[in-house]
């Protein structure tokens, strides 16, 4: 193998007149030469931005029958890396149509499938149609766009809901209330009487459940009069005629029906 002068190791006398003279051995002097430049540092990524931004006007979605509208609000969340959140509202802007619009494609055909009232179903279902977000390239800037929607019925709608939910709220209160006074005057009598103290619980709960409640009764007591007369009258009829087994069953059946609703047995056994 040739080997040649520059790769010679230096001899004893070579080093040791590098060494008189202040000289450096040409061998380190060539390994620093052949060590590598020192790379530049990299480049830090620079961390996504987010802003949450209301998209304006609540949209009009027709409801079912097309009477009443759906007022669905938009909020839209943007995320971009760039330098400040004055640069991506700045971007935002320049796409926040595109989005409503895109939105508003999506969630007119599913109000209609929706009754007036049920702006929380359509909320739903809304939220369900709609892709996981929307991008956009932006002067070499890549956008995201998530979206959220709260969906309220139309006013008019509102006003009516109102009242119903107000009776709603005052027949919960008066129903707990009303079982409450039932167990208490259940108590009182020793044994479980079920709904024969509701009249008397409904007077200490609230005046105008009282009313129904007092009027439903009467009614029912009514009914239940004219239908042990209607068993007495069968009976008589069938007693008169000769046709004894019948009659006696429907005495039993008469006497059976005075007992369980509290009515006087004998009554009417005379007539």
């Given amino acids: 193998m040739t080997t040649y002068e520059s790769d010679r190791k230096p001899g004893f006398w070579r080093r ?13 002097s060539e390994a620093r030469s052949e060590q590598p430049a020192t790379s530049p540092a990299a480049s830090v990524p620079i961390t996504p931005l987010t ?17 009443y509208d759906f007022q669905v609000q938009v909020e839209a969340t943007w ?4 330098t400040d959140l004055d640069d991506l509202r700045t971007r935002a802007d320049r796409h926040s149509e595109s989005v409503r619009r895109a939105v508003r494609d999506v969630v007119w ?13 359509a909320e739903r279902a809304m939220v369900e149609a709609l892709p996981a977000d ?19 019925p139309d006013a008019r709608v509102v006003d009516v809901l109102l009242a119903y939910s107000l009776m709603r709220v005052r027949a919960d209160n008066v129903e707990e209330a009303a079982a409450r006074w039932r167990e208490i005057l259940t108590g009182f009598t020793g044994q479980d009487v079920g709904d024969l103290v509701l009249p008397y619980a409904a007077q200490l709960t609230d ?34 005629v000769g046709l004894f087994e019948f009659a006696e069953s429907y005495e039993a059946a008469l006497h059976a029906f005075r007992r369980s609703q509290g009515l006087p047995v004998g009554s009417g056994d005379d007539s």
Avoid: Y
Wanted: charged share 25%; net charge positive; with cysteine.
């Fill in 207 to 240: 005046k105008p459940f009282a009313a129904s409640v007092t009027g439903l009764e009467n009614a029912r007591h009514q009914a239940r009069t004219d239908l042990a007369d209607v068993l007495d009258r069968a009976a008589k009829s069938h007693t008169r």
């Fill in 79 to 82: 995320s971009a890396a760039v």
């Fill in 16 to 28: 040791l007149w590098n060494r008189l003279t202040g000289g450096r051995p040409e061998a380190r």
């Fill in 51 to 67: 802003e949450s931004i209301d998209a304006g006007t609540p949209l009009a979605i027709p409801a079912m029958g097309e009477a």
């Fill in 134 to 152: 929307f991008c956009f390239t932006d002067a070499g800037v890549s956008l995201r766009c998530q979206v959220k929607l709260r969906v309220r």
């Fill in 109 to 121: 055909q599913v109000g209609r499938a929706f009754a007036p009232h049920r702006a929380l179903d």
